[in-house]
């Protein structure tokens, strides 16, 4: 049979999204619906970018379903000291039964995964953040039913939390409509691909015109401090903030997949409003990844 991996959302059907999305939900709602389904399976974590929510909610998802989870940091393993990432796929993989890698380049993501045995989540990368995705989908699932024919304003930068956004909007069925500063833009190609249904919209207030779901993130990611002075500059104007909001859909739903930074991306009025669903997001970042793992790993 084979290997099935989590690099991007496109790696998974919409309908094989849809259970897994179901499947978070209901072992979020009772949790004597999670029982041992991962007893004696090891999950391995590989993280070259620090993490909060991504570590604490793999951990305890695997500790929850009866699993044990392994943390490895760059001066753990061998790949800090120059193995290569083919050689250490080939060899860590005949020992754990899933593996979550959260590193910059999407590119060694991919590699790794062709010289693996065992699935190989994307626990974040330079180009996609799908976990976060099925957090963010399960939500608004949860507040608002099926995202399906709404309109979704992503507000800010073009980057892998953006990217990600772009292949939900295919695989969940909703329209994008994406609030940059020129020269800020997602990849190209992820965009024509996705032309019917994802568009630029420069203006803000344009972008939340009647949209369901209003989301965005930090200005500046992990590897992009050098640029913090710049980019607070040109997203000065993309501040997501009760006016902002007011242009939305009456009963829109502000995400932000966290750490936030109150007053730059996202004023403090908005974040703790009562149509902010942050901390459901949080939270589900454990349900989304406990459905993901029984999923990748059913025998």
């Given at each position: ?60 998802a ?36 899933v ?14 995964a ?52 772009i ?8 329209t ?121 790993c059913?025998?």
């Amino acid at each position: 049979m084979t290997t099935r991996h989590f690099l991007t959302l496109l790696d998974l059907e919409p309908t094989e999204l849809h259970q897994i999305i179901h499947r978070a939900i209901a072992l979020k709602k009772s949790p004597n619906l999670r029982g041992e389904s991962l007893k004696n399976k090891t999950l391995a974590m590989f993280f070259e970018k620090s993490s909060t929510r991504t570590r604490v909610s793999f951990e305890v998802a695997m500790n929850q379903l009866g699993g044990s989870a392994l943390f490895l940091s760059p001066s753990d393993t061998q790949l800090g000291r120059g193995e290569s990432i083919e050689d250490s796929a080939k060899v860590i993989s005949r020992m754990v039964d899933v593996i979550t890698i959260r590193t910059f380049e999407h590119e060694k993501l991919q590699r790794f995964a062709e010289h693996s045995r065992v699935p190989v989540i994307n626990a974040l990368t330079d180009g996609y953040h799908p976990c976060q995705l099925l957090a963010d989908m399960q939500t608004f699932f949860e507040h608002r039913g099926d995202i399906a024919g709404k309109t979704v304003a992503w507000i800010g930068d073009g980057y892998n939390m953006c990217q990600s956004y772009i292949n939900a909007a295919k695989q969940f069925d909703f329209t994008l409509n994406i609030a940059c500063p020129e020269g800020f833009d997602p990849d190209a190609q992820l965009l024509a691909e996705n032309a019917d249904r994802v568009h630029i919209v420069r203006d803000p207030v344009a972008a939340v015109k009647d949209a369901s779901l209003v989301t965005t993130d930090v200005w500046a990611s992990m590897g992009q401090e050098e640029e913090q002075r710049i980019r607070r500059e040109k997203f000065q104007p993309y501040q997501v903030t009760r006016q902002l909001m007011a242009e939305a859909a009456p009963d829109a739903l502000f995400m932000h997949c966290l750490p936030a930074h109150r007053g730059e991306e996202v004023s403090a009025e908005v974040l703790d409003a009562p149509d902010s669903v942050v901390w459901d997001e949080a939270e589900n970042r454990l349900h989304a990844q406990m459905a993901l793992l029984e999923f990748l790993c059913a025998d």
